[in-house]
Nanobody, 121 residues
Framework: QVQLVESGGGLVQAGGSLRLSCAAS????????MGWYRQVPGKQRELVASIDNGPRTSYANSARGRFTIHMDNAKNTVYLQMNNLKAEDTAVYYCHASIMALGSPVYRNYWGQGTQVTVSS
């Protein structure tokens, strides 16, 4: 069984910073890609940033230049440093990972429980 545990959300003023963390644990065999998505009510979940084993990173246009994603392979943990936050960054942020678990021949998608980020203007 694989679990993703998130931390680091909260309330911050516009222009401030937050760092989100997501640790993968359990029966991991291969951790391929980790990333962060966000969702606001009434809208689809959207990719914010992702990182693979390259490591290669990918950012949404809205995040590029303000957010930085980093993965600590030794800890199976991905971090999202968010700077210069704006009111429109307010959302529930979900950690995502593509993982091959022990005893499985395929990669599966796993999601964290979500953490609220609220940016006050």
């Amino acid at each position: 069984q694989v679990q993703l545990v998130e931390s680091g959300g909260g309330l911050v003023q516009a222009g401030g910073s937050l760092r989100l963390s997501c640790a993968a644990s359990g029966s991991l065999r291969i951790l391929n890609v980790m990333g962060w998505y966000r969702q606001v009510p009434g809208k689809q979940r959207e990719l914010v940033a992702s990182i693979d084993n390259g490591p290669r990173t990918s950012y949404a246009n809205s995040a590029r230049g303000r957010f930085t994603i980093h993965m600590d392979n030794a800890k199976n943990t991905v971090y999202l440093q968010m700077n210069n936050l704006k009111a429109e960054d307010t959302a529930v942020y979900y950690c995502h990972a593509s993982i091959m678990a022990l005893g499985s021949p395929v990669y599966r998608n796993y999601w964290g429980q979500g953490t609220q980020v609220t940016v006050s203007s």
